[in-house]
């Protein structure tokens, strides 16, 4: 294992110094086992375990490319992390969305364009008026992915869409036991997306604080009675 770390570290090190650059085909592997002091063995672990976690594209007969390197690519990986939380992390994960999807909304009332906006408002619409837990789930989920979308920052985007998965099941579950539970979702979704149409960011900050710090105070009560 030593050996494929430093095998690993090398080859992260020519991206890094701007050697291999985004979409860049590594050398032949032999040529580059010698060039780097290493077995070809070692070589091919280090490969393997870049293209895991998208670092590296492995494409049979063709070669191994550096892939874009784009934020939301190489976070993907942890939401395959996120998934394997347990039950009693999910305050921790609300937590976290706590903090960054305020940020993110305050950002995208001053980087989403009118054509966003309006997209916005037709996810809010979408809704139907008496919506099943899993169509309420669906259109809250996609409405604040788009609001992340919305910030222009794509490293705050993929961590608040890695989010998603951890606190999809509180989202059901505060739907089906909570009386009101839609209508709140709704009302707030409202002020929320009036906040950006009018270029309130500070307003649509606090929106955003309430929203998520509700569900959050809701799921603390409900593991209290547990």
């Given at each position: 294992?030593?050996v494929t ?25 032999a ?10 063995n070692?070589?091919r ?12 594209d ?23 992390v ?8 999910v305050?921790q994960?609300?937590e976290?969305r706590?903090i ?16 966003d ?14 919506p ?13 992915l788009?609001i992340a ?13 890695s989010?998603?998965?951890p ?17 709140k ?13 009018a ?6 900050r ?7 710090a ?6 603390r ?5 547990d």
């Amino acid at each position: 294992m030593a050996v494929t770390d430093a095998a690993i570290d090398k080859i992260k090190q020519m991206i890094l110094s701007g050697e291999l650059a985004p979409g860049d085909r590594l050398p032949k592997e032999a040529d580059l086992a010698e060039r780097l002091g290493l077995s070809r063995n070692s070589l091919r672990e280090a490969v393997r375990a870049l293209s895991l976690i998208n670092v590296l594209d492995v494409r049979q007969g063709d070669g191994t490319y550096v892939t874009s390197l784009e934020p939301r690519l190489l976070l993907d990986t942890m939401s395959f992390v996120l998934d394997l939380h347990r039950d009693d992390t999910v305050l921790q994960f609300f937590e976290v969305r706590r903090i960054l999807e305020p940020a993110a909304t305050a950002m995208a009332t001053e980087q989403m364009t009118e054509t966003d906006i309006e997209e916005l408002r037709v996810i809010l619409e979408s809704l139907p008026a008496r919506p099943t837990i899993e169509e309420l789930v669906a259109n809250d989920l996609q409405f604040h992915l788009r609001i992340a979308q919305g910030s222009g920052n794509s490293v705050l985007c993929s961590f608040i869409e890695s989010l998603s998965g951890p606190t999809t099941r509180a989202r059901i579950w505060r739907g089906l036991t909570q009386e009101g539970a839609m209508e709140k979702t709704r009302e707030q979704h409202t002020a929320i997306y009036e906040a950006i149409a009018a270029r309130q960011a500070d307003v649509a900050r606090s929106w955003a604080t309430v929203h998520v710090a509700g569900v959050e105070s809701w799921l603390r009560r409900a593991l209290e009675l547990d």
